[in-house]
């Protein structure tokens, strides 16, 4: 079972960018379609981007497409998040996961946390 831990987060401007990393843990890393969610303040968890094992599928949410590209290097075991042209909107916790039988994993980590100030 692969296990994940999330980096990058901080404290940017309007516009700025900002990349996010997923590290992973396991020898079958490549064989995991992963996705990266965010959490704001006093909402609900929403998705985010998702890609495919082989980096072949890439998915957005229409509030990031255009704005954030998901990449990953197997070799490196970890997923990336490019995000792009920052909006206080994108102020959340940003958290990453594997697609496991029955859906995302159970397991949400901490998060790292992404504040975007006007």
């Known amino acids: 079972q692969v296990q994940l831990v999330e980096s990058g987060g901080g404290l940017v401007q309007t516009g700025g960018p900002l990349r996010l990393s997923c590290a992973a843990s396991?020898?079958?890393?490549?064989?995991?379609?992963v996705g990266w969610f965010r959490q704001a303040s006093g909402k609900e968890r929403e998705f985010v981007a998702h890609i495919s094992g082989n980096a072949a599928i890439t998915y957005y949410a229409d509030s990031v497409k255009g704005r954030f590209t998901i990449s990953r290097d197997n070799a490196k075991n970890t997923v990336y998040l490019q995000m792009n042209t920052l909006k206080p909107e994108d102020t959340a916790v940003y958290y990453c996961?594997?697609?496991?039988?029955?859906?995302?994993?159970?397991?949400w980590g901490q998060g790292t946390q992404v504040t975007v100030i006007s």
């Open positions: 396991g020898r079958t890393f490549s064989n995991y379609r």
């Open positions: 996961n594997t697609f496991l039988p029955g859906g995302w994993g159970p397991n």
